[in-house]
């Protein structure tokens, strides 16, 4: 299984950037899809989780309402729309995938089975 994420860079405060994360080796449309990240000096969090067909997302508190998870089954693709960025959203973002088909808010704080490489998100003030 790899994911590759990618789409990160350097942007100002209050700018968007688009995640998009490639999935192979997996049958897509059976995972759950997240997005994780960690910031300099800290853990790793959760972000957002896409279920297998994309009807039930779940968001961290600190990015909801403007960051958005989506996913295209059709391109084992899944996407992390992120506006009105801030400098606390600075950190190296990561896609992750696990099995399931249960709703998204389960998995929040679940194992995940397969992650990406990360891709580097870096917010001015």
């Known amino acids: 299984v790899q994911l590759q994420a990618s789409g990160g860079g350097l942007v100002q405060a209050g700018a968007s950037l688009r995640l998009s994360c490639a999935a192979s080796g997996l049958t897509f449309s059976s995972y759950v899809m997240g997005w994780f990240r960690r910031a300099p000096g800290k853990e790793r969090e959760f972000v957002a989780a896409?279920?297998?067909?994309?009807?039930?997302?779940y968001y961290a508190g600190s990015v909801k309402g403007r960051f958005t998870i989506s996913r295209d089954n059709a391109k084992n693709t899944v996407y992390a729309q992120m506006n009105s960025l801030k400098s606390e959203d600075t950190a190296v973002y990561y896609c992750?995938?696990?099995?399931?088909?249960?709703?998204?808010?389960?998995?929040?704080?679940?194992?995940?089975?397969?992650w990406g490489q990360g891709t580097q998100v870096t917010v001015s003030s």
């Open positions: 896409i279920n297998w067909s994309g009807g039930s997302t």
């Open positions: 992750a995938a696990v099995r399931g088909l249960y709703d998204a808010p389960y998995y929040a704080t679940r194992p995940w089975s397969y």
